[in-house]
Every structure is written in C-alpha cells, then in structure tokens.
C-alpha cells in the first residue's frame, strides 16, 4: 500500500513497459492541476517536464505507427517513408528522425530484411497461403532465415541445401539430437556423403509440408534415408510404395532391401511372390544382384514353385555376375566355384531326371569332373553311390481349390462347345495368387479338349494360355493352369475366361453361390459381360478356382 498523497515514481514502483507511458499521463495530469491552482493566471503555460515526456511518448507513436502503416511501402520502395503533413505536425520533430532511418542511404538491404524477419518474398505470396503447412512449405529448401546447410551427396556430386533447424529437429529426433542435444553440431555446414541428394530433399519436403513425392527411382534412396534419420511415416510410405510395385521381376531386390531394412511385412511380401512366381524370380535380371546369405536363404526354401533345372541355371548365372563383382574372371571354373560357396550345395541337382542333368548340371563348368561322374553313377549303376547333392525333390507350394456349385449335372443338349466363351468374374477378400481353374469335362467316354484361359482386369490381360487336357467321362473337374501363377489383390473384381474346343457334351454345374469359402479366404462371383456361352453365377463352367494363398 503506497503512502497517500505520493506518485508511483516516488515510491520507486516500477511498473511493466507496457504500463508505464499510462502512469506517465496520468501522472502528468496531476502535475498540471497542481501546476494551474498554484499560477493562477500563468496556468496556460506547461511546465519543462511536461513537454519533455510528451515529446518522448510523440516519438514512440510516431514509431509505432511507422511501423504499422510503412512496413509495405518500406519493402516495395526503400525510398523515405511518407507521412501525411497533420501526422508531421503532430509527431513534430520525432518524424524526421524515423524518416532519416528509413532512407536507403541510412540503412544496407541487410537491415531491411532485418526489419522485415529475413521473409524477402511479396506479400502477396505471403497472403496467398494461408495455412500454417502452406506457409511453412514456402520455406523448403529455401536461403532464407536458414541457419544450417547440408552438402549432400558422396564426393564429387555433392549438393548444398539449406535448412531451419527447427522445422528438422520437431520432425526427427535425430536432427533434434544434432542440433540441440549435448553434443550438438557446432558447424555451419553438414556433410552427409551416404545420402543422395534428391532422396535427402524429399525427406526434407515432408519435413516441411508433409508432401510425398516418391518414383520407382527414387524411393530406395529415400527409405534409407528415411530410416537413418528416424521419419518412420516416410519410411512406411516408402515400404507401401515398394509393396505396391512388387512384381517377379524386382522381388529378389526388394527382398534384400527388406532384410537390409529389417522390414518384415515387406520382406514376407517378396517371399509370397517369390514362391509363387519362382519361375520368372529366378530368370529376373535382380535375382544376379542378390547377396550371398539372402541367396541361401532362397535356395533353402522348400516352397519354391520352380523347377530344379531353373534354379540350377539362376545359380549358375548369379555365380557369372559375382565374379564380375569381385573383379575375378569368369571363364575361371575354380573362381566360379568359389564364390558359390554354400549355395551350389543347396540346389537340389540329384532330383533332376537323367536327361536334365545331361542337358544342364553336366555341361556346366560349376560341377567338379568326380561330382559329374558320381551323379551318373547315381542314374544308371545298379549300386548307386551317394549322391554329392540333395535328391528329394522341394514340396513346393500347394494347391487350393474353391468350388462354386453345389451340383454337377448333364443333360443331352448341354454342355456343347463351338468356340464360345464361357466366363465369370469373382474377388477374393485376401491378397492370394491364381493358378488356375476346374472345368467340367466329358459327359461320356474320355475326351480331348483344347482351351484357352484368360484372366483380365478392368479389360487388360493378365495372363493367357492355350493348353489341352484329357477328361475321362467322370463328373469330376480337371485342373487347368496358368503358365505362371498371377497375383490377385484383394476386393478387387477379375474376369476368368475360357474357350473350350472338342465335340463332346460335357458336364456343366448348378445351384451356384455368390459367395464362397476356402480355408481362409473368401471368393464372391458375380456374372460376366463376356460370357456367350451360358455360364453364370448359378450355372455352367469353370467350376472352380486353383489358387496358393
């Protein structure tokens, strides 16, 4: 409680900045009173005091108004800021002072950005994005206000790109540690020569706007950035994008980046694939550039779905590509023997019948004379010795079946073929891989057919075959696959087709269901635009799908 009749000042209160020109007044409004009753006539005139402090509170809004009205025309002239003849006669002689200061003479661009927070860009590209993401992208990559720089890039294709450290260190707790833990980096400049520079910017960009801008080219180089640098939602978007485009001719790569990684989902992905599209996953150029232990890992599964001979000739040619790796030559039977290691000894060569081991294993340079001489031995003698590779043939992966009709039947003017089509369209609710179909054969004695199966999506052709089988006059179905098994992506509809050929009536289904189930996954049919031939959901062909899941 200050004591009556005293000023704030006098009791030595010193009140906030924002307080004090208030104080000020009022206190000069008590000054003036007393001022007036002690001079009577002379109460007119102001005491010094008086106008010593206004003409400091003048300045100050003179200031502050300067600041507010002549922000725009600072930036866009940088000439002398103009002030209308009532603010000069009211600022007085405060106004020169803030116009001599604003002057280009008086002050370098440097303060003028100063001024203006560093922001050089118009502020009608301020004003033009208005939220918080929009405003803070504009920064990305950008001179301004940045206060650390990278030199990206292994020597001698290096890039320098700016940065804000705290647009980084709220986006990875790496970058957190780098510039504001116990050991921060002091330096100005930070190089990072095991990143490339344009999966580096990408990071950087979701950093700043939360934008993904990822390609085939560039999405490796940015998960493993991505994971360096702890950004976990961009390296699962890297790892959806690399499931998306997996394909048996980039699974044997993406596998060894899954294990590189330690993603499991992605790595357990490639192996689906690779097992079910063995053939075309040992002949991809990718299966070459595999590493040895991954290598091993392949050859050791029994799932594979590829013929030995296939899986002997994939070996042999990665061998070839490993000698250029490690600069030895090719032509060097010894040295491709050696880089094998333990691989060779993994490939199933004794299961191999005699005419595919003379075709392959025994022309190839990759077997000792001894091991090519014990294999035939194995083949032909009466006493077989022990064969130098392992001889039970690999299980594979195995067949599944969804029946869609209840029922089989036969009448005598049905089923008949004339090269129409007989079609239908199902989904599956599981990612599964089609082999193939059942159809209904001959309702009579044994017969012979020949038939073309497609299978399309949205009218593109996944896979088409010609092939033929024998029925034997039984109600039974007759499997009929695909060259190569085809992936089929959940909830997502496909059209089977085939087109039969041969002069027998056959068996045809009915009581058919929309919806149906198989172990674990659950098929839904509905009726084709293509079929011409009669079959639909509640009768006809294709009785059933072949399928690994």
């Known amino acids: ?231 976990c939602v961009l390296a699962r978007a890297c790892v959806c994008f690399l499931e998306s485009s997996l394909e048996a001719a980039n699974a044997c790569a993406l596998l060894c980046q899954g294990v590189l990684f330690d993603e499991a989902h992605l790595s357990q992905r490639c192996w689906e694939m690779i097992d079910a599209q063995a053939e075309l996953a040992l002949q991809s150029d990718a299966f070459c550039q595999m590493d040895p232990p991954t290598l091993e890992k392949l050859l050791r599964r029994e799932t594979l779905g590829a013929r030995e001979a296939t899986v002997f000739a994939a070996v042999a040619r990665w061998a070839e590509a490993e000698c250029v790796r490690r600069g030895v030559s090719v032509c060097d039977a010894r040295s491709k023997r050696s880089v094998c290691g333990e691989a060779l000894a993994l490939v199933r060569v004794a299961s191999l019948s005699l005419q595919e081991f003379a075709d392959g294993p025994a022309q190839s340079d990759l077997l000792t004379p001894e091991e090519t001489n014990r294999m035939f031995l194995w083949y032909t003698a009466a006493n077989k010795p022990h064969p130098p590779f392992p001889s039970s043939p690999r299980r594979g992966l195995t067949p599944q079946r969804c029946r869609r009709f209840q029922s089989a039947a ?70 009929v696959f695909l060259e190569h098994p085809v992936l089929v992506e959940p909830d997502r509809f496909y059209t089977v087709s085939v087109v039969l050929e041969g002069s027998e009536l056959s068996y045809f289904g009915q009581e058919g269901v929309t919806e149906a189930q198989s172990g674990d996954v659950t098929f839904q049919f509905q009726c084709s635009a293509d079929s011409t031939n009669g079959t639909g959901v509640q009768g006809g062909q294709i009785p059933e799908l072949v399928f690994y899941a």
């Not at 089509?421 to 159809?439: H, P, T």
């Not at 057919?449 to 009218?459: D, F, I, N, P, S």
């Open 1 to 231: 409680m200050r004591p009556r009749g005293k000023s704030p000042l006098q009791v030595g209160i010193i009140p906030p900045d924002g307080e004090m020109f208030m104080l000020l007044l009022k206190f000069l409004q008590e000054t003036l009173k007393k001022s007036k009753r002690a001079t009577g006539k002379q109460a007119g005139k102001l005491p010094v005091c008086y106008e010593i402090l206004t003409l400091s509170l003048k300045k100050k809004m003179a200031a502050e108004l300067f600041s507010a009205k002549s922000h725009a025309n600072l930036q866009h002239g940088g000439g002398n800021t103009a002030v209308s003849p009532a603010e000069e006669e009211s600022f007085g002689s405060g106004t020169q002072t803030l116009s001599t200061a604003a002057s280009p003479t008086a002050a370098s661009p440097t303060s003028q950005q100063n001024i203006l927070n560093n922001n050089t860009e118009e502020p009608s590209s301020r004003e033009a994005q208005p939220t918080l993401r929009e405003r803070n992208a504009s920064m990305f990559n950008n001179e301004v206000m940045a206060d650390v720089h990278f030199i990206v890039g292994p020597p001698g294709d290096t890039r320098r790109i700016p940065a804000h450290k705290y647009v980084l260190a709220v986006g990875s707790s790496v970058f957190c540690a780098m510039f504001y833990g116990d050991l921060a980096e002091t330096e100005s400049e930070i190089r990072i020569p095991d990143v490339e520079a344009g999966a580096f910017l990408i990071l950087l960009r979701y950093l700043y706007s939360d934008e993904m801008d990822l390609t085939a080219d560039s999405v490796l180089a940015t998960l493993y950035a991505s994971k360096k640098y702890l950004v």
């Open 410 to 479: 036969y009448r005598s003017n049905q089923w008949r073929y004339r090269g129409r089509c007989d079609s239908i369209q199902f989904s599956a609710d599981r990612r599964v891989f089609l082999a193939g179909v059942g159809l209904y054969g001959s309702s009579g004695t044994a017969a012979d057919y020949g038939v073309r199966v497609e299978l399309k999506r949205q009218g593109v052709t996944l896979a088409l075959t010609h092939t033929r089988f024998t029925a034997d006059g039984s109600s039974g179905t007759f499997p």
